[in-house]
């Protein structure tokens, strides 16, 4: 039997069952990572980022399913399989408590409730403190992140979704209405209570949100003694190292041909930087049109076209989702100030044409 490799492989959002559209056209943006381990009976998947490695001595608990509505894996290297189970139906049972506060299709949840009054009194803790790290991103970004752009996503769902949709997108007119209920300086934040402050504000977090869960379930995950885990949560992390040792590695792939590989970067064991996130505008194309996309700019209400993917590492999945969202709407002259307040933060630009740059411009590939 030849020898498997390990692969953590990120492809391009495939389209989700749900009849709903704003759930469908929001999962469609996920970078959904396919983990497939020695030894489990995993097929890898041709697509995105891949990890690779030797075969591995021990045999890791592989858990391999749907989870935020979307593809899913997690993979732990542990001695006590039935132990690592429990673990992974404990990982999952958060997930789902998460998913009811952060949803924008669970009409129950933290974030649907406030989007439909405008305030909400009492607000989960994690709302808080994602909130509040997308807005001091926003702050720090000038507004290319901002949370309440969800009146303009609003905007491009609705007008794709008729038969008679024009091509180009919504009129400027109805752009520029959109974006009146835009704004993240107005919105305040406490620990008990969050208000919008602009009529028809909306609050979507799904910029962040993949790689806040990540994390969490990461963190539940070492709290139980798992040093050596892979979570693919549509945002990827990996803490330790590989079965048969040595750290996780990721090869970033050409957004516009995913067979090919552009450079590969360790990830976990003996690297500061435990997480990678990719943007592409490829992830929800709202039209014929591949230039109008999900990556809008809330302070023009039209797509961002800078990039065909950014790739970003991070010791945290949290702030590696936020950058790559972040430095694919901002201008390129400047994300290097924004990258100056993160120096664990390593970041890759990849154009139409598969060159890959670093902040300043410069060649980039094997970090």
Known sequence: ??????????????????????????????????????????????????LTGPAAAPVPTIWKGVALGALASMTLVHPDRPHAQAMIDRCLAEIDRLESVFSLYRTDSAL??????????????????LLSFGLSLAQASGGAFDPTVQPLLRLYIDHFSRPDASPFGPSALAIGRARQRVGFA???????????????????????????ITDRVAELLQAEGFDDVLIDLGEGRALGQRPEGGPWRAAVADPAAPGRTLF????????????????????????????????????????ANHHASVSVAAPRATLADGLSTTLSILSPE????????????????VDAAGRVTGPSGEPAGQA
Not at 196 to 208: D, M, S
Not at 334 to 347: E, G, I, K, M
Request: aromatic share 6%.
């Open 1 to 50: 039997m030849p020898t498997c490799s390990a692969r953590w492989i990120c492809h391009p959002p495939c389209r989700s069952a749900s009849t709903n559209t704003e759930e469908r056209v929001m999962l469609d943006r996920r970078r959904f990572l396919s983990i497939a381990a020695t030894g489990a009976v995993l097929g890898s998947m041709p697509f995105g980022r891949a």
């Open 264 to 303: 590969e970067l360790p990830l976990g064991s003996g690297s500061q930087r435990s997480a990678l996130a990719t943007s592409g505008g490829y992830g929800t194309r709202f039209g014929p049109d591949p230039r109008i996309h999900h990556l809008l700019d809330p302070r023009t209400g039209r797509s």
């Open 334 to 349: 400047r994300r290097a100030r924004l990258l100056a307040d993160h120096p664990s933060v390593r970041a890759w630009f």
């Open 186 to 212: 107005d919105v305040e934040v406490e620990p008990g209570r969050i208000r919008l402050g602009r009529p028809g504000a909306a609050i979507t977090l799904n910029g962040v949100a993949q790689g806040f």
């Open 112 to 129: 649907s409730r406030l989007n439909a009054t405008g305030r909400l009194d009492d607000p989960p803790a994690e709302l808080v403190e």
